[in-house]
């Protein structure tokens, strides 16, 4: 009976003190844990002696990268591949880290990455309200190693940081990001047909490359790879990616198309530009003397659009094309209705064989538009014949204004397509040439 009742105490004890270890552990008070938490992640955000390498995909946009050097005081110094300036001149602002949805990192003062966010497009060209539906609140998610990942708050984009090592951070500090973004832009510039040799389904193609290189909301910050195949249709694939010392990562996860997942852009040697997929197989970025796969082919597959953008002269206007476009725009402004001619949208709707050309015109402040529909032919050769409908809505207003370009032109003319590189930007563009007047071109960007 003495050795049941000594064991039975044994148990009791035994079971006091694995609650205890239990409520030690677990039943800590919420705010302390929460105060633990922060400071976790403040101390390893600002630990990291040599910075910070960051990328996120923004949820409208492309893809950005970025140097961050945080330390205790909630001090952040950055560089970024926004533009020119940001890629060469280091931004000291502030950040803090505090409790929200979790454990919340804050860019609550202007610097790069706010950039993203300006609903003001004279900002960074974001779009009104929303800028490049990115955030400036990020949640903490989790860390590995030598990795932090948090997830924004709002947008859910992911922004991964890695460790910076000494070298890197001293590349950045001279500028070094700027000179690698120049690079890669100058290859593109002198490779304006690139493409990558890859066997699908035993069949060796040439795979067209298509990097826009250019901050457009719509279609910049992104690598494009398109092929016809076998069977005579396009297969095309798309992604964001972000500017690195050592040319592009490609971001959410790769670029996957035709069961291979690209992730990234490097330099084989000086001169030599590869694409690596996941298993770090190497595909050498090579020129055509002529583009892979002409303009029309891609509509409906790549873009359906070309928008022209609100100006009085840009890359592929003829002088033709902007003066027809000058006095559309002077008798819609000295009309009645005193109208602002803005961008032209010339969507295509490939099954129906239709386009629409949408002005975007503006009263004062507000916003109207106006569609001219078309129906259309096209040959084997990619010629365009035009065929005008009636025109609805607010387009019944400016039939006559708009007759230089549309009654004169669009309606009469035939029309080929072509690829524009912008000799500022290098963005590829997509452009409208007559055939019976060829000194009436004019271009816009391909959506």
Same mark, same amino acid.
């Given at each position: 009976?003495?050795?049941?009742?000594?064991?039975?105490?044994?148990?009791?004890?035994?079971?006091?003190?694995?609650?205890?270890?239990?409520?030690?552990?677990?039943?800590?008070?919420?705010?302390?844990?929460?105060?633990? #938490? =922060?400071? @976790?992640? *403040?101390?390893?955000?600002?630990?990291?002696? !040599?910075?910070? $390498?960051?990328? &996120?995909?923004?949820?409208?946009?492309?893809?950005?990268?970025?140097?961050?050097?945080?330390?205790?005081?909630?001090?952040?110094?950055?560089?970024?591949?926004?533009?020119?300036?940001?890629?060469?001149?280091?931004?000291?602002?502030?950040?803090?880290?505090?409790?929200?949805?979790?454990?919340?990192?804050?860019?609550?003062?202007?610097?790069?990455?706010?950039?993203?966010?300006?609903?003001?497009?004279?900002?960074?060209?974001?779009?009104?309200?929303?800028?490049?539906?990115?955030?400036?609140?990020?949640?903490?998610?989790?860390?590995?190693?030598?990795?932090?990942?948090?997830?924004?708050?709002?947008?859910?984009?992911?922004?991964?940081?890695?460790?910076?090592?000494?070298?890197?951070?001293?590349?950045?500090?001279?500028?070094?990001?700027?000179? #690698? =973004?120049? @690079?890669? *832009?100058?290859?593109?510039?002198?490779?304006? !047909?690139?493409? $990558?040799?890859? &066997?699908?389904?035993?069949?060796?193609?040439?795979?067209?490359?298509?990097?826009?290189?250019?901050?457009?909301?719509?279609?910049?910050?992104?690598?494009?790879?398109?092929?016809?195949?076998?069977?005579?249709?396009?297969?095309?694939?798309?992604?964001?990616?972000?500017?690195?010392?050592?040319?592009?990562?490609?971001?959410?996860?790769?670029?996957?198309?035709?069961?291979?997942?690209?992730?990234?852009?490097?330099?084989?040697?000086?001169?030599?530009?590869?694409?690596?997929?996941?298993?770090?197989?190497?595909?050498?970025?090579?020129?055509?003397?002529?583009?892979?796969?002409?303009?029309?082919?891609?509509?409906?597959?790549?873009?359906?659009?070309?928008?022209?953008?609100?100006?009085?002269?840009?890359?592929?206007?003829?002088?033709?094309?902007? #003066?027809?476009?000058?006095?559309?725009?002077?008798?819609?402004?000295?009309?009645?209705?005193?109208?602002?001619?803005?961008?032209?949208?010339?969507?295509?709707?490939?099954?129906?064989?239709?386009?629409?050309?949408?002005?975007?015109?503006?009263?004062?402040?507000?916003?109207?538009?106006?569609?001219?529909?078309?129906?259309?032919?096209?040959?084997?050769?990619?010629?365009?014949?035009?065929?005008?409908?009636?025109?609805?809505?607010?387009?019944?207003?400016?039939?006559?204004?708009?007759?230089?370009?549309?009654?004169?032109?669009?309606?009469?003319?035939?029309?080929?397509?072509?690829?524009?590189?912008?000799?500022?930007?290098?963005?590829?563009?997509?452009?409208?040439?007559?055939?019976?007047?060829?000194?009436?071109?004019?271009?816009?960007?391909?959506?």
């Amino acid at each position: 009976m003495k050795k049941i009742l000594f064991l039975f105490a044994c148990l009791l004890i035994f079971a006091g003190c694995k609650k205890s270890s239990f409520e030690a552990k677990f039943d800590q008070d919420p705010e302390i844990r929460m105060g633990e #938490a =922060i400071a @976790k992640v *403040k101390n390893t955000l600002s630990s990291a002696e !040599n910075g910070w $390498i960051a990328t &996120t995909p923004t949820a409208d946009g492309g893809g950005y990268s970025f140097f961050m050097k945080f330390d205790g005081t909630e001090n952040v110094k950055m560089y970024a591949d926004l533009n020119d300036a940001s890629a060469k001149t280091e931004y000291a602002s502030y950040y803090r880290v505090k409790q929200d949805q979790g454990v919340d990192l804050v860019f609550d003062t202007f610097t790069y990455i706010t950039m993203l966010n300006d609903p003001d497009p004279s900002t960074f060209g974001g779009l009104l309200r929303t800028g490049f539906k990115s955030d400036v609140d990020f949640i903490y998610d989790r860390s590995s190693g030598d990795s932090i990942v948090f997830i924004g708050k709002r947008y859910r984009q992911p922004l991964k940081m890695v460790k910076a090592t000494a070298a890197q951070r001293a590349t950045y500090e001279a500028a070094g990001l700027k000179t #690698a =973004i120049d @690079k890669i *832009k100058g290859f593109f510039a002198i490779n304006t !047909n690139p493409y $990558i040799d890859v &066997t699908l389904n035993g069949v060796a193609s040439r795979v067209g490359v298509s990097p826009n290189l250019t901050n457009n909301v719509l279609s910049g910050k992104r690598i494009d790879l398109s092929v016809m195949l076998a069977d005579g249709t396009i297969s095309s694939g798309v992604q964001k990616f972000a500017f690195t010392l050592l040319g592009g990562e490609i971001l959410n996860g790769g670029l996957v198309w035709q069961g291979i997942t690209f992730v990234r852009m490097a330099w084989k040697d000086a001169t030599t530009l590869a694409l690596y997929d996941s298993t770090e197989k190497e595909y050498i970025i090579k020129n055509s003397p002529t583009p892979l796969l002409p303009v029309h082919l891609l509509l409906g597959v790549k873009f359906s659009s070309i928008v022209v953008p609100f100006a009085t002269t840009y890359p592929g206007w003829s002088s033709d094309f902007s #003066a027809r476009r000058a006095a559309a725009a002077a008798a819609m402004l000295a009309g009645p209705y005193q109208l602002r001619l803005d961008k032209m949208t010339f969507a295509f709707a490939v099954v129906n064989k239709r386009m629409t050309l949408t002005t975007d015109i503006y009263q004062g402040a507000n916003r109207f538009v106006g569609d001219f529909p078309f129906t259309y032919t096209k040959t084997d050769a990619g010629v365009f014949k035009f065929t005008a409908g009636t025109p609805t809505g607010n387009a019944g207003l400016i039939v006559a204004n708009m007759a230089p370009l549309t009654t004169q032109r669009l309606n009469v003319d035939t029309f080929t397509l072509a690829y524009f590189v912008n000799p500022t930007t290098g963005e590829t563009l997509g452009q409208f040439r007559s055939i019976e007047h060829p000194d009436f071109t004019f271009s816009g960007s391909l959506l």
